[in-house]
Nanobody
Framework: QVQLVESGGGLVQAGGSLRLSCAAS????????MGWYHQAPGKQRELVAS?????????NYADSVKGRFTIVSDNAKNTVYLQMSSLKREDTAVYYC????????????WGQGTQVTVSS
């Protein structure tokens, strides 16, 4: 079982920045990919950004955050970060860290979530 612990959420004004951290209880090289999702009230959980761990660290971003958010993995610290800049009110949501292992079967692990609130 993999535990993921998020931190770094909070209240920020529009245009500001936050950095979210996700610390994993196991070496993240045992995962195929890690990512961040967010879920606003009354909406489905959506992918914000992901990074492959076993395939060269390629990244993928939701169109709404491209150019504003950056996902980075620090394999030595078993931690994945989401640097968020130029925050908008619509970024307000609970942000969840995800780790995915593909073999022998696909398994997803989730953190408990951290609230990000962007005020105008």
């Amino acid at each position: 079982q993999v535990q993921l612990v998020e931190s770094g959420g909070g209240l920020v004004q529009a245009g500001g920045s936050l950095r979210l951290s996700c610390a994993a209880s196991q070496i993240i090289f045992s995962m195929n990919a890690m990512g961040w999702y967010h879920q606003a009230p009354g909406k489905q959980r959506e992918l914000v950004a992901s990074i492959t761990i076993t395939s060269g660290g390629s990244t993928n971003y939701a169109d709404s955050v491209k150019g504003r958010f950056t996902i980075v993995s620090d394999n030595a610290k078993n931690t994945v970060y989401l640097q968020m800049s130029s925050l908008k009110r619509e970024d307000t949501a609970v942000y969840y860290c995800n780790a995915r292992r593909n073999f022998p079967t696909i398994v997803n692990y989730w953190g408990q979530g951290t609230q990000v609130t962007v005020s105008s």
